[in-house]
Each structure stands twice: as C-alpha cells, then as structure tokens.
C-alpha cells in the first residue's frame, strides 16, 4: 500500500494511526502542497490528501479521504478491530469522528497556523517555511476573526473530550475506535502551542497514548 500525504499534515497522520494501529505495512510518498493536485486529482477527483494506494488486484485504485481509509483498512483487515461491536456505540463513534473531521480539524488548522504565524513563528522562521503559512492562511481565510471562532469550536471540543477521556480509557465504549485515533491526529497540532499544553494536560496524556497504541511516532512538541 502506498500513502499519498503532506508530511506535517493532521488529517494524514489520522490516517497513519490506523494503519498503524492494524499494524499494516505501508509505503509513504510526501508530496508537495499545490503541486499534489497533479498528482492526486486525476486519481481521486479531488484535492485534499491523504489518499491510499491499496495495490491490490481487484481493489479500488485510490481511496481518498480519511474516513474512507478507516472504512477501507477495517473491510482490508478485520483484526485488530477498530470498530466498535455495539452498533449504538459504533454509530456514536462516526458521529464523533465526523464532528471532529469536520469542524474541530479545521479548527485546529486556524488556531495552530495562527500560532505559527506569530508568537510560534521561531519554531521556524525560514522564508520557506513562513512562506508555506502565509499561502495556507490566505487559502483557507485564517485571521484574528476567524480564529477566534476556531478557539470557540475548540473550547467545546475541550469540554466534551473531557467528559470523556477523563471518565473512561475510550472515547466511546472500551477500546479504541475511530473517535480516539480522529480526535488524536486533529488536536495534534496543539501540542506546539504553550497555552493549551498548560490547560488540558490530560488531552496530550491521551493523544500520546493513543500514538503508543498505534506505533505511530508522537507529533512535534511531544
Ligand atoms: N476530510 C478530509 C480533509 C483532508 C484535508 O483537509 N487535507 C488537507 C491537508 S491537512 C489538504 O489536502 N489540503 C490541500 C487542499 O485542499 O488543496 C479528510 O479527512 O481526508
């Protein structure tokens, strides 16, 4: 199997947590943003990344999308199982994994290159690098205003979570599934960020757990 991603990418280490956590062996190309859509758009019909190869007979060409990774890898290789036996807490889990897709992922992203655009800019200050997050702030329209709405989004995200996580080892039911490893790879990117590694230092005990589980190695910052 061959995985299409950006290496810093929060979405495309969600899907290396699972085929971490199946223990599958995999093959990693990292493209380059915007010249990726040359190479992924005629395989998918889409933009974003991560897409799977599989490279197998028989078998879809290209799976985009990260939640269609996870579908693919749990029919691809049953155990160890990443989805829930109890239908009610399956389903509770995709509501999750899709609220955290959706809207606390791309809550990350504003918040995180916000930081990196600012009081982060040191964790690297080179033209390229500050290039990279100039072009994806104009592209996804990250500024004061907007990311003050992304704090908002995250702060129920915090609330939730904790509800959660504190509670119980799982997100839903007891083992692992897909809302762990969506909630892990999305928040990830807070990790840099002083200010929410001092007020939720149970998040980053869970996110690293959860990379241990899937022999994932941890993000920048943990
Ligand atoms: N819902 C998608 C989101 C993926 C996504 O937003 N990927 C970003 C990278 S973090 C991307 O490919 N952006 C490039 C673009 O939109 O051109 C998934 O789960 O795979």
């Not at 964790?123 to 104009?138: A, F, G, N």
């Not at 928040?187 to 230092?201: A, F, K, N, V």
């Given at each position: 199997m061959l995985l299409l991603q950006f290496s810093t990418s929060h979405y495309c280490r969600k899907a290396r947590l699972g085929l971490g956590y199946k223990q599958i062996k995999y093959k990693i190309e990292n493209l380059t943003p915007g010249l990726h859509i040359f190479r992924v758009k005629p395989l998918t019909g889409l933009k974003t990344l991560p897409v799977l190869l599989p490279e197998i007979e028989g078998e879809r060409n290209a799976i985009a999308d990260s939640t269609e990774i996870f579908k693919f890898l749990e029919t691809y290789q049953t155990e160890p199982c990443l989805f829930l036996p109890d239908h009610e807490q399956q389903t509770e889990a995709w509501m999750l994994e899709d609220w955290l897709d959706e809207s606390i992922g791309t809550a990350?992203?504003?918040?995180?290159?916000?930081?990196?655009?600012?009081?982060?800019?040191?964790?690297?200050?080179?033209?390229?690098?500050?290039?990279?997050?100039?072009?994806?702030?104009?592209?996804?329209?990250?500024?004061?205003?907007?990311?003050?709405?992304a704090q908002k989004r995250l702060a129920i995200a915090f609330d939730e979570l904790s509800i959660r996580w504190r509670k119980r080892d799982y997100l839903v039911g007891d083992r692992l599934s897909v809302a762990d490893l969506t909630a892990a790879?999305?928040?990830?990117?807070?990790?840099?960020?002083?200010?929410?590694?001092?007020?939720?230092?149970?998040?980053?005990?869970r996110i690293i757990q959860v990379h241990q589980l899937c022999y994932e190695p941890l993000p920048p910052g943990l």
């Open positions: 990350t992203r504003f918040v995180y290159y916000q930081f990196r655009a600012g009081e982060g800019k040191q964790i690297d200050p080179s033209l390229l690098s500050q290039t990279v997050i100039s072009v994806v702030r104009q592209q996804y329209g990250i500024n004061q205003a907007s990311v003050e709405l790879a999305l928040l990830s990117p807070l990790s840099l960020i002083p200010h929410y590694r001092q007020e939720y230092p149970w998040l980053f005990e």
